[in-house]
């Protein structure tokens, strides 16, 4: 339970700063601000927009390895081809997640 208090001064531009870092990565600035004095990772939340553009890239790429599926016995090249933009796709959305 928290019952200490501490205060620390600023700008007012470093304040607006901290609530816009804040609002971002879905913290109270109070929890913004200890998790950033103790190293603990912050990580900034995804807006509508990129989280509609992450599902239609993971679709994408679904897509594209069931197409590299369909032609491997057809044509091998196309299918290669294929299935390593797929996997392009995947290291992007990997990428993402961290």
């Not at 205060?7 to 901290?18: A, D, G, P, T, V």
């Not at 600035?29 to 993971?58: H, N, P, W």
């Amino acid at each position: 339970m928290k019952k200490e208090f501490i205060q620390f001064r600023c700008s007012i531009y470093e304040k607006k700063l901290l609530k816009v870092k804040a609002a971002k990565s879905g913290l109270s600035i109070s929890e913004f601000c200890r998790r950033a004095a103790f190293d603990v990772k912050i990580v900034e939340r995804f807006s509508e927009e990129q989280i509609t553009i992450y599902k239609m890239l993971s679709k994408y790429q679904y897509n594209f390895k069931l197409i590299g599926n369909m032609f491997r016995k057809r044509n091998s090249r196309l299918s290669e081809e294929v299935t390593q933009l797929s996997n392009e796709i995947r290291q992007h959305l990997l990428s993402l997640k961290k």
